[in-house]
Each structure stands twice: as structure tokens, then as C-alpha cells.
């Protein structure tokens, strides 16, 4: 059964064209994480949402946004994708900010 | 700051033992985690150890800590073709107890 489900599993934009990953939860945690992952390189934090409240990285570019309308749900937007924003991008939830991280399979963007 | 590091290769034989090491900075870390990512998937979560612990043995799956070290592994007996991927060592801290920082990970391949 799936827990934390993501979709579309492929996603192929254009250079500048906004688009939109999802994710969702079946497991009622209040906490829900945004991950990029690069080619051979670990997962880097984007931010994360402890149940309405927001947490933005340093680092991360003002190109990313997120939104959390509801508890199962959970939307990371990239207004404006570059070459560079191709990589597999992992959704994670836990019960609470301290507890297990459990990912989603994952959204393979690739930017043309 | 926290730093995770592992090395970036191991090759085992069928059959044979697996040992995969990783080492950690953050002295305060709480919990440690062995993730198992399959080549376009997600990170599935394998098993975890709390810093009070030495050891812990889940089937197929010993994770020993050296907490003096710093140093954490993880044993996979009798390898078998299923178990090629990349494996993630992260630690959670207490000064970033939402965030975990992930090493690059090892790829374990297997030789007939």
C-alpha cells in the first residue's frame, strides 16, 4: 500500500515554463519535506511544512515555492526552471519534525 | 557543521558479506539511519539506530555504532543480486532536530 505517493513519476518541461510536482500522504504526518536530488549525489533539503507552518531553507532559490493546501497533500512549484533544476525531486513525511522520514518514489524532472 | 561521508563504491561477491561504513561530525547526533535507494526510485528506509545504542540486527541487517569513533556501519549478510543500489547514511542532529543530513552514498554492486 502506498504511503506516500508522487506524481507524475516523469515530468518533462521547457526551459522558463513553470510546472508543478505532487505529493500525498495516506499516513496523517504532520510534516511533510521537499528533497532535490542530483545525479549521484545525496538528497539536499528544499523546505518542509510542520502541518501549516512553512520552513524555507538558506539556500533555496526563490524559484522554488511550495504549498500545502490540506494535510495529504503537498506541491512544490518551480516558476521559472532552468537547466539546472533537472533532478529528481523526493517528497518525505514523518508524524513529527523529529520522527522517521519516510519518501515518496520519486518525480524525475527533465528540462529541455 | 554536520558532515556525513562514505565511500562512493563497494563490490561484493554473491553470496558474501557487505559492509558499508560512513562516518559523522555531529557529536550530538541522536539518531542514524541506513537508506536504500534502487536505481529511479525513492529512499526506502532500511533501518535506524539511536545514538544509545551499539548494535542493532534486523534479519539479514546488522548496524553497529561507534559513538567514540563516530563511526557507523551497516552489514548486509549473504548479498544477493536484489540488494545492488545506493545506500544513504544520514544523522540527525540536536541543533537541527527537523533536518537530516545525508551522505553521498555508497553504490554496492554484486559479482556472480
Known amino acids: ?112 | 557543521g554536520e558532515d556525513v561521508e562514505q565511500s562512493l563504491f563497494l563490490s561484493v561477491r554473491e553470496g558474501d558479506s557487505s559492509v558499508i561504513n560512513c562516518t559523522y561530525t555531529d557529536s550530538s547526533s541522536t539518531y542514524l539511519y541506513w537508506y536504500k535507494q534502487e536505481p529511479g526510485a525513492g529512499l526506502q528506509l532500511l533501518t535506524y539506530i539511536f545514538s544509545n545504542m551499539d548494535m542493532k540486527q534486523d534479519q539479514r541487517l546488522t548496524v553497529l555504532l561507534n559513538k567514540k569513533d563516530k563511526h557507523l556501519s551497516l552489514r548486509i549478510a549473504d548479498t544477493q543480486t536484489g540488494d545492488s543500489a545506493i545506500y544513504f547514511c544520514a544523522e540527525r542532529g540536536v541543533s537541527s532536530a527537523s533536518k537530516i543530513i545525508f551522505g553521498s552514498g555508497t553504490r554496492l554492486s554484486i559479482r556472480p
Open chain 1, 1 to 112: 500500500d502506498a504511503m506516500v505517493i508522487q506524481n507524475p513519476r516523469y515530468q518533462v518541461t521547457q526551459f522558463g515554463k513553470p510546472v508543478t510536482l505532487s505529493c500525498s500522504q495516506t499516513l496523517n504526518h504532520n510534516v511533510m519535506y521537499w528533497y532535490q536530488q542530483k545525479s549521484s549525489q545525496a538528497p539536499k533539503l528544499l523546505f518542509h511544512y510542520y502541518d501549516k507552518d512553512f520552513n524555507n531553507e538558506a539556500d533555496t532559490p526563490d524559484n522554488f515555492q511550495s504549498r500545502r493546501p490540506n494535510t495529504s497533500f503537498c506541491f512544490l512549484d518551480i516558476r521559472s526552471p532552468g537547466l539546472g533544476d533537472a533532478a529528481m525531486y523526493l517528497c518525505a513525511t514523518s508524524r513529527d519534525r523529529t520522527d522517521t522520514q519516510y519518501f515518496g518514489p520519486g518525480t524525475r524532472l527533465t528540462v529541455l
